[in-house]
């Protein structure tokens, strides 16, 4: 099973040496594209338009709703949105707005703004460009009812963003300008319009330097849909960000007429292959240089970030973020020899000691912008940023390791004050549409409790077996592991699960019952005593056998019908969208299986 799957994940390797995988495509994409090259210029893209209707047409659930991807639940989001733009269309399905009725308890105006606003609440990234579309198709008719943005924040220098509590997380100011200065237009001019609307010329300046070469913010079709429909319909159809938008759509669009949540996640989707293939893998010296080369070498103008980081691909529309970043300092780990100095390294390393948070976690993109949830910190980020310090302590100077061990303490610390009392961790970014509440807090343990087990902390070996301890009880009969206790098995979490267990049971060079476990013990690197305060982790090596041993059934039962690589949405931005992405089945499942004969090899030895 190992070797089918490494030569299968090997055959996925493109041209130029990346692997890029495939995104689902997305509701929500190609309906904000469709409207998007629909208000810019519908005869000049007719051909798109309508292979993009025909395809959301042809993917409509049964009841006149849709998922984020093909294989989601109806949603309201993607049904709103698919619903705005075929209605802007004339081709809207009386079964939508039957759905969408039932869902807002109404389809005017008063209803869909609040449903909409308490459906994301104090996060306006989302909800205000899906009320201004809405709008703009035509399907709200009141533009009062539709709260402002204060675009013209923008123009005032990067460094204080974080202290003007903006209603927008920190990588979306393209779309609190475009959005709105479409908002501005169409309000009533008050006694305070002539003073914003003087903003507009500077604020549509930010928005171009903003705007990467190759045309998508994010390189996400949505975002640049949203950016370039409001700048068409603020009077800007012509306006070189529009027409460099259009663009954009235009070469992502797929065969089919649809388009993907994202271009591709090339930097990440790397990093998973060669932490899944392992120092054995083909040309390794040619990827470790490939790799270290896509790490950021100047202050992005998107965010602005220094230099250092690396983003989820090596496209111009990519921004530099600490999951990322940290997979790609293992990953380079994984590939270098004889533990030799890479300039990179120290750079990405001090990049992550930079951003940490003043609550000890890791953010996503931006340090300081706390209040909203992407800009918070994130369990399975911080661990993962834990684990690149701690993969790289004894080659760094010095000084960073003296900041790394600082890091380290007040990581171990976030992680302890935010584990729940059963044990688990609930990730930004992963999440399960199957799940009660659509979160997943076996992805956050897992990923988590396989970080802290890297390390020789003694905090960290005990909130690592406190995890393990949640992942062990929610494991299901059939030995696989949804995204949370009660979910239907998936292999993307059963994969990362065993990944896990098979880290915490695998540790020969001391005893979990050594470690110090209260939370007043020292940090240092290879400080263990003979102190015990966690009762549950005794059994940890032989209960973890026995789930292991199920859990890899499970794996080869997908894998001998072919199921394996079935799509699996997960969630994105805090269980709010869907995608899927087909090589994180075979990158997950691969690394869990040589993790597990890794351990066997070393116990028979």
């Known amino acids: 099973m190992i070797s089918a799957l490494s030569q299968d994940l090997l055959a996925r390797q493109s041209p130029g040496g990346l692997w890029r995988g495939s995104l689902s495509a997305s509701a929500i994409a190609t309906s ?88 994301y609440g104090k996060d306006l990234t989302f909800s205000l460009p ?71 010329k500077k604020s549509l300046n930010v928005l171009t330097r903003l705007q990467p070469s190759g045309g998508g913010f994010l390189e996400a079709a949505p975002l640049t849909a949203f950016v370039s429909m409001c700048m068409a319909c603020a009077g800007y159809a012509t306006h070189a960000v529009t027409r460099k938008a259009a663009g954009f759509l235009v070469d992502t669009v797929r065969t089919n007429g649809a388009w993907p949540i994202d271009t591709d996640l090339a930097g990440w989707l790397t990093a998973l292959s060669v932490k899944a293939l392992g120092p054995e893998i083909p040309d390794r010296e040619r990827l470790l240089e490939m790799i270290a080369g896509n790490a950021f070498t100047f202050k992005h103008p998107f965010t602005g970030a220094q230099p250092g980081g690396w983003g989820w691909s090596d496209l111009p529309g990519a921004v530099p973020d600490a999951d990322d970043t940290a997979g790609n300092l293992i990953a380079l780990h994984v590939l270098q020899k004889d533990s030799r100095y890479i300039p990179e390294v120290s750079k990405g390393i001090e990049w992550l000691l930079n951003l940490q948070n003043k609550d000890g976690g890791m953010p996503t993109f931006c340090k300081g912008w706390g209040r909203l949830p992407f800009d918070r910190s994130s369990p399975d980020i911080s661990a993962h940023s834990l684990a690149a310090f701690e993969l790289w302590y004894e080659t760094l100077s010095g000084k960073l390791r003296q900041r790394c061990d600082k890091s380290i303490h007040r990581l171990l610390r976030w992680l302890e004050k935010t584990q729940a009392a059963n044990g688990s961790w609930t990730p930004l970014w992963f999440g399960d549409q199957d799940a009660a509440n659509e979160q997943s807090p076996v992805y956050g343990t897992a990923v988590a409790v396989e970080y802290l087990s890297m390390s020789r902390r003694p905090l960290a070996i005990c909130l690592a077996a406190k995890g393990s301890d949640y992942l062990l009880s929610a494991q299901n009969g059939d030995g696989g592991w949804g995204g949370a206790k009660g979910a239907p098995s998936k292999v993307t979490f059963t994969a990362r699960a065993l990944s896990a267990l098979s880290r915490v049971a695998g540790k020969t060079d001391y005893n979990l019952e050594d470690a110090v476990c209260n939370s007043d013990a020292t940090n240092s690197r290879f400080d263990v005593t003979a102190d015990r305060n966690l009762s549950t982790s005794s059994g940890v090596a032989k209960d973890c056998d026995e789930a292991i041993a199920n859990g890899t059934d499970f794996l080869y039962r997908r894998f001998k019908d072919e199921t394996l690589n079935n799509a699996e949405p997960v969630g994105l931005y805090f269980a709010r969208l869907w995608y899927s992405e087909e090589l994180y089945n075979i990158t997950f499942a691969l690394h869990a299986l040589k993790q597990i004969r890794n351990r066997m090899t070393t116990n028979n030895s």
């Open 130 to 200: 899906i009320l201004v579309m809405c709008a703009s198709a035509g399907m709200i008719t009141r533009w009062d009812a539709i709260p402002f943005l204060p675009f013209e924040l923008a123009v005032l220098p990067q460094r204080f963003f974080r202290f003007l509590n903006l209603p927008v997380v920190s990588y979306a100011i393209p779309a609190l300008i475009a959005v709105g200065i479409l908002r501005h237009r169409k309000g009533k001019k008050r006694l305070f319009y002539p003073l914003r609307e003087a903003f507009v």
């Open 32 to 119: 904000t594209s469709v409207f998007a090259l629909s208000v810019i210029d519908k005869a000049r893209y007719a051909a798109y338009v309508e292979a993009g209707v025909k395809w959301l047409r042809a993917t409509m659930l049964p009841g006149g709703g849709w998922g984020d991807t093909p294989e989601s639940k109806a949603n309201m989001t993607a049904t709103l949105l698919s619903y705005a733009s075929l209605f802007y269309l004339g081709a809207a399905p009386e079964e939508t707005k039957t759905y969408l009725s039932k869902q807002f308890g109404d389809i005017g105006d008063e209803h869909i703004v609040n449903g909409v606003l308490k459906y």
